[in-house]
């Protein structure tokens, strides 16, 4: 028999519980969790994509900042501002939003992020501990499947 899950539901009550564990680890002392998103180029439908999940970080009590650069930055100018970001200690999660424009090496940008702030869980090490059933960022699509699954009691 189908069973229909409310997906909304769900994520309401996961932003209700990621807002309270933020607001204790800020009230225990710690700074506010901070994330930086990398938007190269203009498309409008990673713009969009960007916009909601700065927002979904807010709805939780994260701090984020949106770092702009047109679609001509180099490579090289890529992987410097990447190199910047993971060395800031005042940046705890960080996001290369893909897709990249073509002249950049998008695997290369995803093995920059450091694994330890590398949000997507696209870092090789990250993908390969994922693979292997280590602790590591997991992917937000597959997490969130997970959750459903954790969360309703459903087995496949």
Known sequence: EAVVISGRTLARQIRQESRHEV??????????PHLSVVLVGDSPA???YVLNKTRAAADVGISSETILRPASITEQELLDLITKLNQDAGVDGLLVQLPLPEHIDERRVCDAVSPAKDVDGFHVLNVGRLCLGQDSMLPATPWGVWEIIQRTGKRC
Not at 23 to 32: L, S, T
């Open 23 to 32: 607001e204790q680890w800020v009230a225990a002392g710690h700074r506010r």
């Open 46 to 48: 990673s713009h969009s």
